[in-house]
């Protein structure tokens, strides 16, 4: 069974600094790699994508994420957030097509 | 394209009652999926859909069930409401399932009081 454990509940940061949420995941098969975002009253937004090929994965709005399979981690990073950066991030595993495992969420917030 | 739509966007209902939730993916998508989400059990999945037959399934109780008609319109319908029912519903489509890219809708907002 596959799983996903977001390390943090909540991360705090000033504008302009960099950033990293942490994701690690289990599972016995190969999977896919994804991070959405979720602002208030919304529904979710994919951030990024990991598939195959290159571990290292450019999304949108200035974020990326490296595949590490020894470690099954699957880290974002951003080297400088905004104000407009807050809101809850998901790291979500999928075995199979049509269904994913989410952790449960960071909440980033970019204080001024 | 226009997105993933789902209605209604909020919904009050009262404990026993049953309540039909709408999802309409985007166009050319043929794979739906809904997710429970609460702020004590975070997102989880409640069922998948593709051409019109269920192919994944979470692990909730049978008062919850759903469907897809030919069109990809999905529903999901809940029975026998429960308090612990209240919760942001979420709706996903995936161009083919086995890209397993998925487009959320807004969700609807479910309050059982």
């Known amino acids: 069974a596959q799983s996903v454990t977001q390390l943090d509940s909540q991360v705090p940061v000033f504008e302009e600094a960099p950033v990293e949420l942490r994701c690690n995941y289990s599972?016995?098969?190969?999977?896919?790699l994804f991070w959405y975002v979720q602002y208030p009253n919304q529904g979710l937004q994919l951030l990024l994508k990991?598939?195959?090929?290159?571990?290292l994965v450019k999304g949108i709005n200035g974020f990326e994420a490296e595949f590490n399979k020894s470690q099954t981690s699957f880290h974002l990073r951003k080297p400088s957030v905004h104000i407009s950066d807050t809101a809850e991030y998901f790291c979500?595993?999928?075995?199979?097509?049509?269904?994913?495992?989410f952790g449960d969420g960071t909440t980033l917030t970019v204080k001024p | 394209k226009a997105g993933v739509t789902q209605t209604p966007r909020y919904l009050i209902k009262t404990r026993g009652q049953q309540v039909t939730l709408s999802c309409s993916p985007i166009?050319?998508?043929?794979?739906v999926s809904w997710y429970q989400q609460t702020p004590g059990q975070g997102l989880q999945f409640l069922f998948e859909y593709f051409s019109e037959t269920q192919r994944n399934k979470g692990n909730f109780p049978g008062r919850f069930s759903g469907r897809q008609f030919s069109n990809s319109r999905s529903e999901m319908n809940v029975s026998t409401l429960e308090l612990g029912d209240s919760a942001l519903y979420l709706c996903a489509s995936s161009f083919q399932a086995d890209l397993y890219e998925q487009y959320f809708g807004p969700g609807t907002r479910l309050t059982v009081t």
């Open positions: 166009s050319g998508h043929r794979s």
């Open positions: 990991y598939l195959s090929g290159s571990t």
């Open positions: 979500a595993v999928s075995e199979n097509a049509g269904k994913s495992t």
């Open positions: 599972s016995s098969v190969s999977v896919y």
